[in-house]
């Protein structure tokens, strides 16, 4: 294993969409940045996901600006990093079967509006045109975002790696850190680099890589699984909008098949009665797919902020940022927290108020799943 550079402008830590989006574009900024990355690029919660970038988020207009202005880099991502991510817009669908979360919906779609989210109330006979597995019995109506795309994950990765390192960033895998000096030494097993600003995007380690600085960042991890099931007969051609029930059950089309989430087993409950949890649940939004069995897909874990929204700042009292926490959502802004990170060590002001995003909002206690 070669060596380290001796010192770098900038360290980043975590090699994921976050980790290599920060790279990418604070060394296409100029400044001299190096990623160390513990595994494999990609390896850790990029991996966990359902490969779907969309720009609405309930409740959030925040994060959904966020959203929206990475979508918008998304699709120009072909022509900055040579990479085609192969967007094919699916849409989403979030489904409401009681009252009170219709009036939410209501309450909060002007500021989804002004955030740039395109997205719209729809009955129930509406949302199973849209996705006809759908028992529109089982809800009231639901929320329509028609800007949901499916994409490959690992090509966000290997493209914002790609031209990080045509920009001069140096990436190296295979290199945890194991700790972290007041003076911004950083140790690895590949020797010691030293680096005037160190950025923490290391996804479900970050709690642990921050508190080798002395920097409490308020993120746990949380394991998922993405399970698989046949689609019936009666699926129409073309890919089923990315649908996600208030149960937190989550359906999209895969390929031929239909990927499911809906979280993991509880604290108290065996993966088996997960399963059938989860079962209950497809029966009775999607008849059809009622008594389908439950095959694995794929499963990694997540990191989680106490809120479900990412924390994105400079810690006051050192020069150490993070961008982590993103609960599962870190595909749709990878963009703008790379553009945010950029901001901050630059000294420049960003688009967006970031204020919201530190985390001072959350100043103490354990981290739980969002």
Request: with cysteine.
């Amino acid at each position: 294993m070669s060596r380290l550079p001796e010192r770098t402008d900038v360290l980043v830590i975590g090699g994921g969409v976050i980790g290599t989006s920060a790279a990418c574009q604070l060394a296409e900024a100029g400044v001299g940045t190096v990623l160390l990355e513990r595994g494999a690029l990609g390896s850790g919660s990029s991996g966990t996901t359902a490969g779907v970038v969309r720009t609405y988020f309930p409740g959030n207009a925040l994060i959904s600006s966020l959203a929206v202005r990475s979508l918008s880099a998304y699709h120009a991502f072909a022509e900055r990093t040579g990479t085609d991510l192969d967007l094919k817009r699916i849409g989403l669908l979030v489904l409401f079967s009681e009252e009170q979360q219709v009036r939410e919906f209501r309450q909060t779609r002007a500021a989804q509006h002004a955030a740039g989210v395109d997205v719209e109330l729809v009955t129930a006979a509406e949302a199973a045109r849209l996705n006809p597995l759908i028992d529109e019995r089982s809800i009231l109506a639901a929320a329509w975002a028609p800007e949901a795309y499916a994409c490959d994950p690992p090509a966000i990765v290997r493209g914002y790696a790609t031209a990080a390192r045509r920009a001069g960033a140096v990436l190296r895998t295979e290199t945890p850190v194991t700790g972290i000096d007041p003076d911004g030494r950083v140790h690895t097993p590949a020797g010691t680099i030293r680096a005037d600003i160190i950025v923490c995007a290391a996804g479900p380690w970050a709690g642990a890589v921050a508190a080798m600085a002395g920097v409490h960042l308020p993120v746990t991890t949380h394991p998922v699984e993405m399970l698989l099931t046949g689609a019936p007969g009666s699926t129409p051609p073309g890919a089923l909008p990315m649908t996600m029930h208030p149960s937190s059950l989550r359906i999209r089309s895969w390929e031929d098949r239909i990927l499911v989430g809906m979280g993991r087993p509880g604290p108290d409950e065996t993966r088996e009665a997960w399963l059938r949890r989860v079962s209950r649940h497809l029966g009775t939004t999607y008849p059809t797919l009622a008594g389908n069995g439950l095959e694995s897909g794929w499963s990694g874990n997540l990191d989680v902020s106490p809120d479900g929204m990412a924390f994105i700042g400079r810690d006051p009292s050192r020069p150490f940022l993070y961008a982590a926490g993103f609960s599962g959502q870190g595909l749709c802004q990878a963009p703008a927290a790379g553009e945010i990170v950029r901001d901050l060590v630059l000294g420049k002001t960003s688009w967006i108020d970031t204020a919201g995003l530190s985390t001072a909002r959350c100043p103490g206690g354990p981290a739980e799943p969002g």
